[in-house]
Structures are given as structure tokens and as C-alpha cells.
């Protein structure tokens, strides 16, 4: 019985289902096992300061937190997962969680601006929320440029790069959260700007040591 040929025309116009290239694959591999753990540990800094996440007061601050570095650690875990699905084209993966990433920054943004001027660091958090939107715009057009042209280079090397800056957002937002020690240039030339704050807690802490004996 003969088997009549399919006319190549018949498949013109179809999606082709387009895998991540080989040379990123244990990159993606890498990133997901990274993530994955990170997203781990966060939880258990979260249940450490747990006291810290109350929805009420000054504590929204450490919420907001709390939920960016789980946003980076999800964004970054969520596209290497789906660059090792085969067939799966990773344009529309990193798009659609752009986006669910993009709607979470306006929420903490429009939460930031409930308590403008309560703390201190108002402008640096909403400065820090601003740079993860640009993070995901990037990882939008990225997303668009892979629709458009399924399996070009460059575009899976900036999604790569998004994935590193989103570990560092992340990690930095965690240890913002459990309350570490902040050591940079600009606030030690701030305290060297005012001499006077330093020994006023110097007095303090004397005073304290004082009342201890």
C-alpha cells in the first residue's frame, strides 16, 4: 500500500518547538540547583525573624523584603527550569514571569509610598524596588526578542545574566532581613561626616557597660 507524501508547504506557518542550545544547559542546570537551595534557606530566615514580618508599624519595610528576595530567587529558579523543559521555547517562559515579577514591584512600590517618611531608608528601598523593575523590563524584551527569533544567542546570554543579578538582588535583600551588619562607603563616610553621632553612641554604649557592672 503506497503512503502518499505530505506536501512541506502542509507544515509552513507551524511553531517550532525550539530547545534551550546546548552550551547553556549546564549553566541552567547550575542555576536552578542554586536557586532552589537559596529559595531553602530564605524560608528559614523568614521563620527566624518571623516577628519582624507583622503587618502593622515599621515592619512592612522587612515584608517588602522579605517578598523581593523571594520574587529574585523565584525568577531566577522559574526561567532555569523551564530552559531544561525540551521543546519548551523559554521567550514565553521569561516573559510571563516578567511580568508576574513586574506586578509585584508596583505592589511594593505603591507600599512603600503608605509609609514614605516613617523610616529612614524609604528612598533607598523604593531606589532598590526601581532596579528590580528594570531587571524585569530587561527580561521582558529578552523574552519578546527570543519570541521573535527563537534560539538566538544573545538572548539566552541576557537571560543568563539576569538570573546572576536576580542570586545577587536576592541574597543582598536576604541579609537586609535577618538584620546583618551594613559595611559600605557611603554609609562609613557618612558616620565620618558626622563625628558627633559616633560619639554620642560611643557615650551610650559606655554608659550601658557602666550600668551593667
Not at 527563537?150 to 545577587?168: A, M, N, S
Not at 535583600?173 to 553612641?201: C, K, N, Q, T, Y
Request: glycine share 12%; proline share 4%.
Amino acid at each position: 500500500m503506497a503512503v502518499a507524501a505530505v506536501p512541506a508547504d502542509r507544515f509552513r506557518g507551524l511553531p517550532i518547538a525550539v530547545s534551550t542550545p546546548d552550551e547553556f544547559h549546564d549553566f541552567f542546570v547550575a542555576g536552578a540547583g542554586v536557586a532552589g537551595a537559596l529559595v531553602g534557606l530564605l524560608f528559614v530566615a523568614v521563620s527566624v525573624t518571623l516577628e519582624r514580618l507583622e503587618e502593622h508599624g515599621e515592619t512592612q519595610i522587612h515584608r517588602v523584603r522579605a517578598r523581593a528576595a523571594l520574587t529574585a530567587f523565584s525568577n531566577a529558579l522559574t526561567v532555569s527550569l523551564f530552559a531544561l523543559i525540551p521543546g519548551v521555547d523559554l521567550g514565553w517562559s521569561a516573559f510571563v514571569v516578567g511580568i508576574v515579577g513586574s506586578l509585584f514591584v508596583a505592589g511594593a512600590l505603591l507600599s512603600l509610598f503608605r509609609l514614605v517618611g516613617r523610616s529612614p531608608g524609604d528612598f533607598a528601598n523604593a531606589l532598590f524596588l526601581v532596579s528590580l523593575q528594570v531587571v524585569f523590563a530587561v527580561q521582558l524584551l529578552a523574552g519578546l526578542a527570543l519570541i521573535d527569533h527563537p534560539g538566538r544567542h544573545g538572548d539566552y546570554e541576557t537571560l543568563c545574566l539576569l538570573v546572576v543579578i536576580c542570586f545577587l538582588i536576592g541574597i543582598g535583600r536576604s541579609w537586609e532581613l535577618i538584620g546583618g551588619p551594613s559595611i559600605g562607603f557611603g554609609s562609613e563616610v557618612r558616620r565620618l561626616a558626622r563625628p558627633e553621632d559616633h560619639g554620642r553612641r560611643r557615650r551610650e554604649g559606655d554608659e550601658e557597660d557602666e550600668a551593667g557592672l
